[in-house]
């Protein structure tokens, strides 16, 4: 079934090291986008891509960047994760034209 | 910016009707979804209207629209243990790719047998 697909689904990592998420999908869809869910909060959009523009919230840290090699694959890299990091991280995709977003199950991310 | 507000629990009985509700504070909000998160998984669409209606049913779902309150409720008819989950309302002012949604906090219903 066409789908989002989030690897890994949990992540632990240590205060202050390098971590990278993983979203493909397999919609064909233009857009991608990476929102961040923080516990019993609302899940908040840090940026997306449509095709290969980036496009970053204004109040997204620094500390969080993206990548998106090829239409299938976005990633999401956190340089240094602080403990406030810790949440689960949500891909989400969208076509061109469409209104419904599709969502991945999420990566949970643990910061020691 | 855009608030949404959702309350936070709901508790009913199976076979019972549910009632979420969701207040939005910008009246250019012209796409309004529902999404239903169930433990460990990801978010999925259940149902949206748009701000040029005022009702869409959808077999055991009933969204219902008052643009002028700014008000946005979810009825789920005969409800059932496995509709126990968050539900999330989440709204966005266009329909073009990129556009942010703007989701409330969610509402935890819990149904009981």
Redesign the interface.
């Known amino acids: 079934d066409a789908m989002v697909i989030q690897n890994p689904r949990y992540q632990v990592t240590q205060f202050g090291k390098p971590v990278t998420l993983s979203c493909s999908q397999t919609l064909n869809h233009n857009v991608m986008y990476w929102y961040q869910q923080k516990s019993s909060q609302a899940p908040k959009l840090l940026f997306h891509y449509y095709d290969k523009d980036f496009n970053n919230e204004a109040d997204t840290p620094d500390n969080f960047q993206s990548r998106r090699p090829n239409t299938s694959f976005c990633f999401l890299d956190i340089r240094s994760p602080g403990l406030g990091d810790a949440a689960m991280y949500l891909c989400a995709t969208t076509a061109a034209q469409g209104y419904e977003q599709f969502f991945g199950p999420g990566t949970r991310l643990t910061v020691l | 910016g855009e608030d949404?507000e959702q309350s936070l629990f709901l508790s009913v009985r199976e076979g019972d009707s549910s009632v979420i509700n969701c207040t939005y504070t910008d009246s250019s909000s012209t796409?309004l979804y529902w999404?239903k998160q169930e433990p460990?998984?990801?978010?999925?669409?259940l149902t949206?209207i748009f701000s040029n209606m005022d009702m869409k049913q959808d077999q055991r779902l009933t969204v219902l629209l008052n643009k002028k309150d700014k008000h946005l409720s979810l009825r789920i008819a005969d409800t059932q243990t496995g509709d126990s989950a968050i539900y999330?309302c989440a709204v966005?002012n266009d329909?073009q790719?990129?556009t942010?949604?703007?989701?409330?906090?969610?509402t935890t219903l819990s149904v009981s047998s």
């Open positions: 949404v796409y999404y460990g998984a990801g978010l999925q669409l949206y999330f966005a329909n790719a990129g942010a949604l703007i989701f409330g906090k969610g």
